[in-house]
């Protein structure tokens, strides 16, 4: 019926409140009518001056402390009604037209369950970053060769390698949109049960009937400051988990491949979890004991997975705080001042 709203946008906050109200404006400045957009808030707070702006603004906002993601956001999208569901972080943005762009797409591709572009880049003032400073995963550049990709709902045999090994596809769910059904069935599992919401979503429509687009057009600005750029060791453990979880609803659906891939990363995040609780007990002092049990358990993870033990220090560093601090624990804690706390992904 006419006024039924065509998207529903939620923006999920969780313990951050600076950018929250440029991410609600930047949908309310959306060049289409306001009727035709459902958006929602989802948070793990309360804030007096946020509740009171968004309030004005008539965006309806809920408080949820749940901290797994997939659940959380979840219940974010049970609360509306439209059938087509986007995502936006509380510290990214959506450019002017990109809701209106977006709904071209799945007009114009009835066969399409998700859709994804790639993003521009902002500081923490919401000022350009030249694009020379972005990192790889944000340009992307084989868009910039193939342009816009429609992969049918019958011609998956590729995406694989498009989407995880030639593209940065599944990189953050503020890029992406899905028809709501894909969150429904049995697939809809890789969002609920996950901490890494944009692989879940891009899962799911992996598994899903319906095809993907990806469009190479930059409709969303992804905010780059130091409080999204750190992988905790807790964020880690998650990553391998989510992974695990993924490789077994992959195989649940006879893909095997995908699933063989899933299972490499989980492995890979594993051994970083394993190398991060050794640096993180180190910073801790929490004893020559617990030291010799975390590295005795990181050699033998890695006499398990003979492709996690290259030579280099991203492998090793970990065991040689470990050895370091069972030799001298001082030495150890200056070494590990010296470098960053978390080994990179």
Known sequence: MPGDPEVAVIIGAYRREEYLLRAVRSVLAQRLPRDRVELTVTKNFVQAEIDRSLAELGVPST????????????????????????????????????????????????????????????????????????????????????????VPPGAKDGLRELALERTDSTFNAS???????????RAGEALRGTQLPDLGLFLAAFLSPYGLYFDDRRLTRFRYYGGNVTHRVSWLGAAAESHRRF?????EFG????????????????????????????????????????GAEYLRFLARHPDERGWSLDVWGAEGYALLYLLGPSVARRAHAARSPVPSA
């Open 175 to 185: 890029t992406m949109v899905v028809r709501r059904e894909l969150l429904e069935g």
């Open 247 to 251: 490789a077994a609803l992959a195989r």
């Open 63 to 150: 408080v949820d402390d749940d901290p797994r993601i997939g659940p959380w956001l979840t219940r974010a999208v049970a609360r509306t009604r439209a059938p087509l569901i986007a995502f936006l972080d509380d510290d990214d943005e959506f450019e002017p037209d990109r809701i209106a762009e977006v709904l071209r797409v799945f007009r114009d591709h009835p066969e399409v369950g998700f859709y994804r572009n790639r993003v521009s880049v902002i500081d923490a003032a919401g000022a350009p970053v030249p694009p020379e400073q972005w990192r790889s995963h944000e340009v992307d550049p084989e868009y910039d060769r193939s342009g816009p990709v429609l």
């Open 255 to 294: 893909q095997e491949d995908l699933a063989l891939w899933f299972d490499r990363q989980s492995i890979h995040y594993d051994r970083l979890y394993r190398g991060g609780r050794i640096v993180e007990a180190v910073d801790r002092a929490d004893g020559r004991r617990v030291l010799a049990r975390l």
